[in-house]
């Protein structure tokens, strides 16, 4: 699979890690940034993570900081992007299965770097379910629809 991924400083060290897990587990990796632990804004390199996934040049994205919080914010405003904070593997697994999300953000201060490994793993395999939860993925893209065309309802 190929996956964009991005961090922040706070995010960098345990970017690296998946990097080589992830590439070591046969995936291909876009790496959107940060390259060191010196203090940056994370907003550019979460919605170029997710920019790449919206416009399929990954398939799915990974982005990280301190909680994971911010990150998943930036990404979620990139229209199309369904970014989901998983710092455990319930929400990895259900974001997928119940949310078709595209891009899974956790906090490298929240989670070990072993446990983050798993909940990508298990982000990675999970497909969505579709059936009764593909109208909702729908609605939520028909928001993003009306909010581009500067209608809200």
Same mark, same amino acid.
């Given at each position: ?10 995010? *960098? ?20 940034? %940060?390259?060191? &632990?010196?203090? /940056? ?15 399929? $040049?990954?398939?799915?994205?990974? /982005? ?9 914010? #930036? #990404?979620?405003? /990139? ?8 710092? =455990?593997?319930? %929400? ?18 929240? /989670?070990?770097?072993?446990? #983050? *490994? &798993? ?9 969505? $379910? ?13 928001? $993003?629809?009306? =909010? ?6």
């Amino acid at each position: 699979m190929k996956i964009a991924i991005a961090s922040d400083h706070a995010g *960098y060290a345990l970017k690296s890690a998946l990097v080589e897990y992830l590439t070591g587990q046969g995936h291909e990796i876009i790496d959107c940034g %940060t390259d060191s &632990e010196v203090s /940056v804004d994370y907003p550019k390199f979460c919605a170029a993570a997710a920019r790449a996934v919206v416009r399929g $040049e990954a398939e799915r994205g990974i /982005v990280l900081g301190g909680s994971g919080q911010g990150e998943q914010l #930036a #990404a979620n405003k /990139v229209h199309g992007a369904r970014a989901a904070l998983c710092n =455990e593997l319930w %929400t990895a697994r259900m974001c997928r299965l119940h949310n078709d999300a595209n891009l899974l953000a956790m906090g490298a201060r929240i /989670v070990t770097t072993h446990m #983050a *490994y &798993e909940i990508a793993d298990l982000f990675l395999a999970t497909e969505f $379910e579709g059936g009764r939860h593909q109208p909702r993925v729908d609605q939520i893209h028909q928001i $993003e629809i009306e =909010e581009c065309e500067g209608r809200s309802r």
